[in-house]
């Protein structure tokens, strides 16, 4: 079994050099603890299989379709890039697809802001100084524009996509938070600009952070059980 709690005693070369490099975390004390950091904390959630988060995803996002009519997803961040684990469509004539296993780039979609705007600076420089694609007249790729949005989402605690992957198209996301006030995965609804964007945008914004609260205790339950079982 992997625990949160490495190890125990005085702080040397070696644990200093891995906090450094945010593998592990310090406590206080004499006899400090040493407890998972978050590149560490990422590498073991991006070597999970995505079928328990599946399973444990699925009834909740379900449960969200079926009172919203919209197509409802859930992202995970795996190493820099932020992918679809398990999306839910209405059965309907319209509906918005987003296949699982599609990338959500961080500068213009609602859940990789969601996701990326709580990670550490040093991986928010390496994202932004890839080559951002512009997809419509909406999209904007400058650094600045990009950190200022981050800051908004942490602040307001959603993030939004208006018509900057697809002019049409919206989305509202938000970030589910672990335990230890880390940001792995987002929950997001998309469909039409004018619909998802309308007056009851605070009302599918409230409907998300609930259900992203359940799934907050889903994923956090399933992570230890897959970690005690050696998932």
Known sequence: MLGRRL???????????????????????????Y???????????????DGWITALARPHLKELVETSGETCYLTRIVGRRVLVAVSVSPEVRWRGYVQPGI??????????????????????????????????????????????????????????????IDEGLAALAVPIKQPDGQVLHALGVTG?????????????INA??????????????????TKRNGG
């Open 103 to 164: 990338e959500m780039l961080p500068h213009a979609a609602a859940t990789a802001k969601a996701i990326m705007a709580f990670q550490g600076a040093s991986l928010i420089e390496q994202v932004l100084s890839e080559t951002l694609p512009k997809f419509t007249a909406n999209t904007r790729t400058d650094t600045a524009w990009i950190e200022s949005e981050f800051a908004k989402v942490r602040e307001r605690n959603y993030a939004t996509c208006i018509g900057e």
């Open 208 to 225: 998300l952070q609930q259900t992203a609260s359940k799934l907050e205790s889903a994923l956090s339950l399933g992570a230890s059980i």
């Open 192 to 204: 039409p600009l004018q619909r998802i964007m309308d007056d009851s945008m605070p009302e599918r």
């Open 7 to 33: 190890v125990q005693g005085r702080g040397n070369s070696l644990s200093k050099g891995l906090e450094r490099a945010d593998l592990v975390q310090s406590g206080q004390g004499r006899n400090r603890s």
């Open 35 to 49: 407890n998972l950091g978050p590149r560490l904390g990422r590498h073991l959630h991006a070597a999970a299989d």
